[in-house]
């Protein structure tokens, strides 16, 4: 995974990138009819009903635009909302308000769509050994704040990149002449280029999960596609020689049957990819 370093300097990157693109050389709406010594105060408004998120991020947005911006917090990222809660009030220019408010917004009903979707998930896991994983099916540009929603909600995050860990699909397996010979090779080259990085390896059946298995110094096997008793059977094959990932077209009315199979994990593309925004608004008081 990337350091909270790397994490920090993505966060960084979207804000100024979103900042640049919804402002340009200025608020000119706001310029033309507030004056700029005009003191103003806002409240976060909930809409819906969910798992708020991005209040920690939308004090970073508020903090980038302006400073001198106040943030009052009445409920925390990761806390359940309901139609007519105030999540915060801020304070302070009213032109820097009107400047955040469309990134503020926008990102927060996005994180808490998937946070809300993560804990949905999460809660049909109680009782058992089986985590919730994101993937990288995220929106480009902005996969740092998705990734997050996705642990507010109680998620854990899958790798973050390309670049964070190996993980080898059918695709890469295919090419490389086979699954041992995606392995060892793979293998080599993080020698050769003193990486350490964690190993995943896609199996498609059974047989491929033996294969894994014999070439061994894997960190984790992807159960692709696999019915409840496949899934079984791998696990049982698999035991303690490395962790267990189930996926592909995993939903609310299966999850719980997968994770019943005994693997570690179930990954979802669904957290990031199919969420509905989360309706808030900022209204000035």
């Known amino acids: 995974m990337i350091s909270e370093a790397q994490f920090q300097k993505e966060i960084d990157l979207i804000i100024s990138n979103a900042i640049r693109e919804d402002v340009g050389d200025g608020d000119h709406s706001s310029l033309a009819c507030i004056p700029a010594s005009a003191q103003g105060k806002a409240k976060l408004l909930v809409k819906d009903e969910g798992v708020i998120a991005g209040v920690e991020f939308a004090k970073m947005i508020f903090h980038y635009v302006d400073k001198d911006m106040k943030v009052e917090t009445f409920i925390n990222d990761g806390e359940r909302v309901k139609y007519g809660d105030v999540v915060f009030h801020v304070l302070g220019s009213s032109q820097s308000i009107l400047k955040a ?12 769509a998937i946070a ?55 695709n890469h397996n295919d090419f490389a002449g086979g699954i041992p010979q995606a392995i060892a090779k793979t293998k080599q080259y993080l020698i050769d280029n003193n990486k350490d990085l964690k190993i995943i390896v896609e199996a498609r059946n059974l047989d491929e999960v033996q294969q894994i298995l014999e070439a061994g110094g894997v960190y984790r096997i992807l159960l692709d596609n696999f019915d409840y008793e496949t899934t079984k059977k791998a696990v049982g094959m698999i035991g303690n020689q490395c962790l267990t990932e189930s996926s592909g077209n995993i939903n609310e ?23 509905y925004n989360l309706d808030l608004s900022l209204k000035a008081i």
């Open 101 to 112: 408010e469309r990134l503020v917004l926008n990102s927060m009903q996005r994180m808490s």
């Open 253 to 275: 009315k299966t999850i719980r049957h997968y994770a019943e199979c005994g693997v570690n994990y179930i990954s979802s593309g669904a957290l990031t990819h199919s969420v």
């Open 116 to 170: 809300t979707k993560t804990k949905m998930f999460v809660n049909l896991l109680e009782g058992t050994n089986t985590k919730v994983l994101d993937t990288r099916k995220t929106t480009p540009g902005i996969r740092a704040i998705e990734k997050w929603a996705v642990k507010i909600g109680g998620g854990e995050n899958h790798r973050f990149a390309l670049y964070d860990m190996i993980m080898l699909k059918d």
